[in-house]
């Protein structure tokens, strides 16, 4: 076992103190950097820093963010939806660990959609509809994983389904936490 412990501290953002959402950062007894690059592998990182070796995941609308000494964890519901992802990123953890024999590491991010692709597919008509002020502000939130296909209602089926294609090629499913 590779992470046995870690102190957490949830806190409100001091920029923003009446924003409802809450953050976390769990300080790691264990130094964990060496099983990065077997947890982006197996969860498919957003995006794999190697200067200052971290990864980020971007799960059920949060940033995860794992270094070899600490979790930053953001838009937290509160103290208890932390726990319970600190603990199964804990079992992550461990598992690549446990498998780095049998995992072949990554240093990269995952591939990223293009917002161009992703325009081509919208209906462009800036109708607002989805809560952004034009289709290319939609394209860019989906390309970021903030927004789906499902929330462009005018969009015809034909292309909502070449669109969730598309998407599908990259890592953009939730993660069962």
Known sequence: MLLKSYSKEVFR?????????VHCIAYLDQDIGDVLPYLNA???GFEYLKEHPAVIFKAQG??????????????????????KILEWLKKEIND????????????????????I????????????????????????????????????????????EKLKNYMSSFRFEEQDI
């Open 117 to 160: 692709e992703i325009l081509k597919l919208l209906p462009k008509t800036n109708c607002r509809e989805c809560g952004e002020t034009t289709c290319m502000v939609f394209a860019a939130k989906m390309a970021e994983g903030i927004k789906a296909t499902d929330d462009c209602s005018p969009m015809i089926n034909e292309n909502k």
């Open 42 to 44: 197996v969860l498919g």
């Open 13 to 21: 953002a001091k920029c923003n103190p009446n924003f409802e959402a």
């Open 62 to 83: 949060k940033i995860i963010t794992v270094h070899g000494n600490k979790i930053a964890i953001n838009a937290l519901k509160d103290a208890e939806e932390a726990d």
């Open 96 to 115: 690549a660990w446990d498998k780095r024999d049998e995992i072949t590491p990554c240093f990269e991010g995952a591939p990223k959609p293009k917002i």
